[in-house]
């Protein structure tokens, strides 16, 4: 097992901290990064990338960029990783940024105990989304295989999301055993709050199963385009 080692991010002068992918040569079967830092970073931003195997665990630390650069708008992307896991990291958006995790063309994932602010998944699959914290939403798209079971995900005043856990052009998707808090009051004059709890578009055999929704202003669940075998 190959361990990296990551310094104090909010120390360096370059505001894309690490950008990690194995040299050609290598041939390690699994990556290991531990954050082991004193307490939270800012001007950070890890992007790990055409790999395989890949452990991090943030230790209960956290990143958070000040970085508002629309160019550069996540805390960590994952692109193009088969086989990774994020343990216990804290993710946050500042600034004009709005996503805190981006995963992209990735397979076979586990994204677990975290506390993270938007999340966005991208044409990747068998990725499993579980017992996390979230706060705006989560948003997959072109995805299919994908497990978002058990996390609490609620709404934040300074974003509006319209569905906080949101799946569109995927499937063989399962949304289950989630808690959803849109924090509306249920005055839909005033619209405060998520709109809806989950929104669905052009999904094929998904299967949303003994969520608690709560506190949204239009739909608990919302379905838009060609909705087939869905239960």
């Known amino acids: 097992m190959i361990s990296w080692m990551l310094r104090a ?10 950008q990690q992918s194995p040299p050609p040569l290598w041939p390690p079967t699994s990556r290991e990064l531990n954050f082991l830092m004193a307490g939270s970073t800012t001007g950070t931003c890890l992007n790990v990338h055409d790999t395989n195997d890949v452990y991090i665990n943030c230790n209960g ?4 960029s000040g970085i508002s650069d629309v160019a550069i708008n996540t805390d960590v992307t994952i692109n193009n990783i088969r086989n990774f896991k994020l343990n216990e990291c804290t993710l946050k958006t500042t600034g004009g940024r709005v996503t805190a995790l981006l995963v992209s063309y990735s397979d076979k994932g586990v994204i677990s105990r975290n506390r993270l602010h938007a999340t ?10 579980k017992d996390n ?3 705006t939403y989560y948003q997959q798209e072109y995805s299919s295989g994908n497990i978002i079971e058990n996390n609490d995900v609620s709404y934040a005043q300074s974003f509006d999301p319209g569905g906080l856990i949101i799946s569109i052009f995927g499937s ?3 949304i289950i055993n989630n808690r959803i808090d849109g924090r509306s009051d249920g005055d839909l004059l005033k619209q405060i ?3 809806d709890g989950i929104v669905l578009g052009d999904e094929t055999e998904d299967i949303i199963q003994n969520n608690l929704i ?3 202003y239009d739909c608990g669940i919302e379905t838009l385009g060609f909705i087939s075998k869905t239960q």
């Open 9 to 18: 991010c909010g120390e360096s002068r370059s505001p894309l901290c690490s």
């Open 61 to 64: 630390h956290s990143i958070t």
């Open 120 to 129: 966005k998944v991208f044409k990747s699959s068998n990725i499993q989304i």
């Open 133 to 135: 914290y979230i706060e």
């Open 172 to 174: 063989n998707n399962k």
């Open 193 to 195: 709050g998520a709109d």
């Open 214 to 216: 709560k506190n949204h």
